[in-house]
């Protein structure tokens, strides 16, 4: 907040004051009666009884005139601190209305309420005598021009400051104008730029930058905006055009804008490319297909182009997978329906949804899968049991299916007609029909067609390579922004729907630009530290080298976060011999486990900085109830509160981690109760923070909100500047809580 400068007072001496003896009209037997007449007797001179009498007088003045001193000293600091609050345009008026107040001797005006501090100034120059009065007004007078100064001062700042912002609001929406509108809008949001900035420069002196500087910016980020809609669109050689003309008018390195457009143009090109390679692909022409991409000359257009030609195979067999899904699941309706007397509704195989039947003949292997439809439409009625030991071994083998890490398994588990399989009971049926119905969802957006997608995109480049999680990852984000921000705009609209599979084709296209991804790969690229014999290590050992690796110094923590990841560790024992493999935990697994946890970063609540995260699984139990993590929209959330979400809160929260692919950290669980429109989960935290009340060590019952406003009216400097053992002590651990929350959003705002 800006203050305003302070000057200091001057102090009143005798010598200040008028002296009395040129206004003294009476005698001294007058002014001190009986210590005159002491003094007579005492055998004092005439000179010597004056002197006495004026230097009481002298004193009697000084006290008078010390007090008024004190009293205007205190008015003119309510003013000042008054000033401060007027921010803006409020501040208009301010010195005009000082010099008033000090031109009418500080009479207030009718109605203004009136301070302890200047009915004590009125009282003190009212009971004053002349004398004492003009030793007042020459302090008053002293004070006028510093004190008027700088109230001018912070009133001309403030209207400044608006002016500038007002400007700035302007430009800004100028830009917008300029990205998007046409040709003559965007000259027109250009003039209007440098109409504000011309305006700015007759307010603050044709030498202020500040106005240059906006100009420059804002005409710059118009062209880089109209520039990337461009290379959206393909327009590339539209895009160079473009930049050639306007290059002069753009700041930063433009070398690099230059280059983007660049990889961008082998993009474009590549994907020109793999769209007739497919269309050869779709034919059967698949070897030539192949070939084309092969004969392509430049290297990076040619890795391009198979990149994009390998992701569409992809989503063509996902695309096809689903609409067997679908068929099966139309032809299990009919062949299952009832009327309302209990018997089937279709009596004739020839009554059987036909288009659905047609389509599953055409796929390969078809011919059995009618086969078997018809077979079990004639024993529909009462089919057999099978037995236990043949319903067990196709449960092994359509597991592995289902939980297979290769795309192709999964994609043949989806289309499988397991509601006519002789080898399955009813219930196993109903098992791996839901089971299918969850892997390939009912929509086009499914969770299985989004993994492959993104699989084949980022098998191609190697991904899951050691060392390249970091670029995975920042990848993996965006891609999961463009879709939650896609669906937000859809749900804006009134479609409530999920992205489709050609969106989010499309939308992983954008991101997985082979030029941009090895760019990543390069920046990012970190390797896990190399251990010894790693693959056989014990559990201990494991472990241990975690600790130093990660640098985990506190011997408790030390202790918390060995103990956390041991009852970790029994639950992938449990799941191994559920699954039918050896029960201890492989060195991948747990080093997968060691990961998610040390990525797991929260920050207590006596922590500032984003430097000072630390392992949730090393906080004590204290540390836990008042640690927190920071949603993307600047919402501070307790763990306490993401632990405790139940039912169909917390069934939303695990299904959109498992949809957009995120690990189970309280970062990301925060962001998915935000995302998911969570209020009273995420706003908790600053609601206890601003509402209600609590006691002082003293009993007094204090309300936060005022506690909270308080503190948000001081600069950050002050607040860390308070001693928190005196705040403590004399306020409780709540006031500091409150001081500590305001510091940090004072300084994510500054960050």
């Known amino acids: 907040m800006p203050r305003i400068p302070t000057v200091e007072g001057t102090s009143v001496t005798p010598n200040r004051t008028p002296d009395a003896r040129v206004a003294v009209s009476v005698t001294p037997e007058q002014l001190a009666g009986p210590e005159v007449r002491l003094l007579q007797q005492l055998g004092k001179n005439a000179d010597e009884i004056t002197d006495f009498v004026i230097q009481k007088q002298n004193a009697k003045d000084l006290a008078i005139v010390s007090q008024g001193e004190a009293a205007l000293k205190e008015v003119l600091m309510e003013q ?15 010195l005009n ?17 009136v301070t302890e501090a200047h009915r004590r100034y009125m009282e003190v120059y009212e009971n004053a005598d002349e004398r004492q009065k003009a030793a007042i007004d020459v302090l008053r007078g002293n004070q006028r021009i510093t004190h008027l100064k700088a109230i001018g001062t912070h009133e001309t700042a403030q209207l400044n400051d608006a002016a500038l912002k007002g400007a700035e609001a302007s430009m800004k929406m100028d830009v917008v104008t300029g990205i998007n509108g046409t040709i003559e809008e965007r000259d027109m949001a250009i003039s209007s730029i440098r109409r504000h900035a011309n305006s700015i420069k007759e307010q603050f002196g044709t030498e202020n930058e500040t106005a240059m500087y906006m100009q420059k910016e804002k005409i710059s980020a118009i062209h880089t905006g109209r520039l990337q809609k461009l290379t959206d669109a393909k327009d590339i050689i539209g895009a160079e055009e473009y930049f050639k003309k306007w290059k002069g008018e753009m700041i930063g390195d433009t070398s690099q804008i230059e280059k983007q457009i660049a990889a961008r143009k082998v993009d474009v090109m590549g994907e020109g490319y793999a769209d007739k390679a497919f269309r050869m692909w779709q034919k059967g022409k698949i070897y030539d297909a192949y070939d084309y991409i092969d004969a392509i000359k430049d290297p990076d257009i040619q890795q391009a182009a198979r990149t994009q030609f390998d992701a569409d195979i992809a989503g063509i067999g996902k695309a096809r997978t689903e609409l067997t899904y679908q068929a099966h699941q139309k032809i299990n309706a009919a062949l299952f329906k009832k009327d309302a007397n209990g018997n089937f509704e279709v009596q004739n195989f020839s009554d059987m949804p036909q288009n659905e039947l047609r389509f599953l003949a055409e796929q390969p292997g078809g011919t059995k899968i009618i086969k078997d439809y018809k077979d079990f439409f004639s024993i529909r009625d009462n089919p057999p049991e099978p037995l236990m030991e043949v319903q067990m071994k196709n449960y092994d083998f359509l597991m592995k299916l289902a939980k297979s890490k290769n795309p192709q398994e999964r994609q043949a588990f989806a289309k499988l007609p397991i509601a006519t399989s002789p080898n399955l009971g009813p219930k196993l049926k109903k098992h791996f029909m839901d089971l299918q119905a969850e892997i390939l ?9 989004k993994s492959d997608i993104l699989g084949a995109h980022e098998g191609y480049f190697k991904l899951s390579a050691d060392g390249n999680e970091r670029t995975r990852f920042a990848l993996q984000d965006e891609v999961n922004s463009m879709v939650l921000q896609k669906e937000e705009d859809l749900r804006k609209k009134g479609d409530p729907r999920k992205v489709s599979i050609d969106e989010y084709t499309e939308i992983v296209k954008t991101v997985y630009k082979p030029s941009k991804v090895q760019r990543l790969m390069k920046e990012k690229f970190v390797p896990t530290p190399p251990k010894p014999g790693k693959q056989v290590q014990t559990i201990d050992a494991h472990i241990k080298d975690s600790i130093e690796l990660y640098k985990i110094t506190n011997d408790e923590d030390k202790i918390r976060f060995t103990s956390n990841l041991m009852s970790a560790f029994d639950n992938i024992r449990d799941k191994n011999i559920a699954d039918g493999k050896p ?31 630390v392992i949730a699984i090393t906080l004590n139990d204290e540390e836990a109830e008042m640690a927190y993590v920071v949603t993307p929209g600047g919402n501070e959330v307790s763990l306490k509160e993401i632990d405790a979400v139940q039912g169909e809160s917390l069934k939303r929260l695990d299904a959109y981690i498992v949809e957009n692919n995120l690990t189970y950290s309280y970062k990301n669980r925060a962001a998915a109760l935000e995302a998911l429109g969570n209020q009273d989960v995420v706003r908790k935290r600053r609601q206890r923070m601003t509402r209600g009340t ?7 019952v204090m309300r936060r909100s005022d506690v909270y406003e308080k503190f948000n009216r001081m600069t950050l400097e002050q607040l860390q500047n308070f001693s928190t053992e005196e705040m403590e002590k004399g306020f409780g651990r709540e006031f500091i809580e409150i001081r500590n929350y305001v510091i940090r959003e004072q300084e994510r705002a500054a960050r």
């Open 583 to 613: 029960s201890e935990p492989s060195w991948k697994q747990r080093e997968a486990l060691i990961k998610i946890a040390v990525n797991d970063k929260v920050w207590r609540d006596d922590t500032f900085s984003p430097d000072d995260e």
């Open 80 to 94: 000042k601190l008054e000033a401060q609050k007027m921010l803006g345009t409020n501040a208009n008026g301010l």
């Open 694 to 700: 609590f006691k002082t060590p003293d009993g007094k």
């Open 97 to 113: 209305k000082a010099t008033n107040f000090f031109d009418s001797n500080m009479v207030p005006e009718d109605g203004q309420s």
């Open 441 to 449: 969802g009912k929509t086009s957006g499914s969770l299985l067609a």
